[in-house]
């Protein structure tokens, strides 16, 4: 079964955090799923217990939301300026 993890879990946070450290070899090579203009994505797997059962947990990165989160931090910075 494939499911998306809530980031309010401990495993997802613990997941997410160490994918953000983790060097570019250790990331899938990037793919996009539409054939023009689409999304550039990419994968990190790594292992966790949940409820003393193994899981396997997928970080999946998307340039699209970089893109949208850039502009959140942007929008954020100009407000503390002002």
């Known amino acids: 079964m494939i499911t998306r993890g809530p980031s309010s879990l401990r495993i997802v946070k613990a997941a997410l955090a160490e994918a953000d450290v983790q060097p570019d070899p250790a990331w899938s090579d ?23 059962h193994p899981v396997r947990l997928i970080v999946v990165e998307s340039s699209a939301l970089d893109q949208r989160k850039g502009k959140t931090l942007e929008k954020e910075r100009v ?3 002002n």
């Open 79 to 81: 407000k503390d300026v």
């Open 30 to 52: 990037s793919f996009s799923l539409a054939e023009k203009n689409g999304a550039a994505y990419r994968v990190w797997e790594t292992a966790s217990t949940y409820e003393g």
